[in-house]
């Protein structure tokens, strides 16, 4: 059976999110164990995202890295372009949910951006979801590894959103992801593969616990090529976890493994990254204010640009000012020239530059 043959009948599910019967648990079964198979090789996430695509009839798919104080990292994807992800890694990031909930410490097993934007009716980085990066929705699965590090695996639908029901059973299959993402990062430990143990930007130390170190990455090694070593016991004064900080914006924290750890039952692993700037809160009505003060824009203008970035059409925004289509496209067209911008996907990163501190 293709991944492609494997997609679930999400109108079987029952109302706690589980499968109706026996027969229509196989596609999982089919998909969890290619997943099994990648555990430790450099294919891991890449198979992973593609058997869970498959699952929810998804055609895009991302992998992120997040860590409790550097920026996220791609890990793979299938389809973003150079120029989105540059966007992405120089500040959008702040904006990204996912990133949110790890910095903020209040990470949930699985979500959906729909689901968050429900949250959060004012939130711009959902309103504008559509048009910064062609899809629909994006359903995420959050999984943890040690050091504080989570690993995000994204499906993404171009033309529908995720229901209740994928919600589901997304959570009820969650924690088989989880555990064996957890194998993939244990054994990943053991040699260069596709885990944070060969990462560049991340410097690992694995101690046992006696304290004897156990492995460490060729970026731990790189760290120190210029820098005194560190007394790790010293820096740590007895505590399981903690942070320090070091020079230059770079940031050290550690905690404890736990006892079924591969590598080093009981011990503790370290990690040095720099320091980037955290998530930030958006205001719509504030953000809208600004533009207006720089651009004078009349109280007319300010309306279609707040319709915009809500997401609504030129129909919904005709209805809702109670003019013609014709008059909203003409409203669209004087605002983007006053603006210097030529399309709704311009429009966002303008009313963002002055949050990131741009003129």
């Not at 992800?85 to 903020?104: H, M, T, W």
Request: hydrophobic share 45%; net charge negative.
């Amino acid at each position: 059976m293709s991944l492609a043959e494997t997609t679930i009948d999400m109108d079987a599910l029952t109302a706690d999110g589980r499968q109706s019967g026996p027969a229509d648990i196989r596609p999982v079964v089919d998909a969890l164990s290619v997943i099994a198979e990648a555990v430790g090789h450099s294919d891991f996430y890449s198979t992973a995202l593609k058997a869970l695509a498959g699952l929810f009839g998804c055609s895009h798919y991302v992998a992120m890295r997040y860590t409790q104080f550097g920026s996220p990292r791609f890990l793979h994807h299938n389809w973003l372009t150079e120029e989105e992800i540059r966007l992405y890694n120089a500040e959008l990031y702040r904006l990204d949910p996912a990133f949110g909930l790890v910095r903020s410490g209040k990470t949930r097993p699985v979500f959906s951006f729909i689901q968050i934007a429900n949250e959060n009716p004012v939130s711009l980085f959902f309103k504008n979801l559509e048009h910064m990066i062609r899809v629909k929705d994006e359903l995420v699965f959050l999984l943890p590894a040690a050091g504080g590090i989570w690993a995000a695996l994204c499906v993404d639908r171009v033309n529908a959103a995720f229901g209740e029901s994928d919600i589901a059973f997304a959570e009820m299959i969650h924690p088989l992801v989880d555990r064996l993402h957890r194998l993939h990062i244990d054994r990943s430990l053991l040699g260069p593969r596709s885990g944070y143990g060969s990462d560049a930007d991340l410097a690992v130390l694995v101690a046992d616990q006696d304290g004897r170190v156990v492995l460490s990455n060729p970026a731990w090694s790189k760290f120190f090529e210029d820098t005194a070593p560190l007394d790790l016991a010293e820096i740590t004064g007895g505590h399981d976890s903690g942070v320090h900080f070091l020079p230059a914006d770079e940031v050290l924290y550690w905690e404890p493994l736990d006892a079924t750890h591969a590598v080093a039952p009981h011990g503790r692993i370290y990690i040095i990254e720099h320091h980037s700037p955290g998530a930030v809160g958006l205001n719509l009505e504030s953000l809208i204010a600004n533009v207006q003060m720089k651009h004078r824009l009349t109280p007319r203008e300010c309306e279609v640009v707040r319709l915009v970035l809500q997401g609504r059409s030129v129909v919904d925004i005709s209805d809702r000012l109670a003019v013609s289509i014709g008059t909203v496209r003409n409203h669209k067209q004087r605002l983007y020239r006053k603006l210097g911008v030529s399309s709704e996907r311009e429009l966002f990163p303008l009313l963002l530059g002055p949050l990131f501190g741009e003129p």
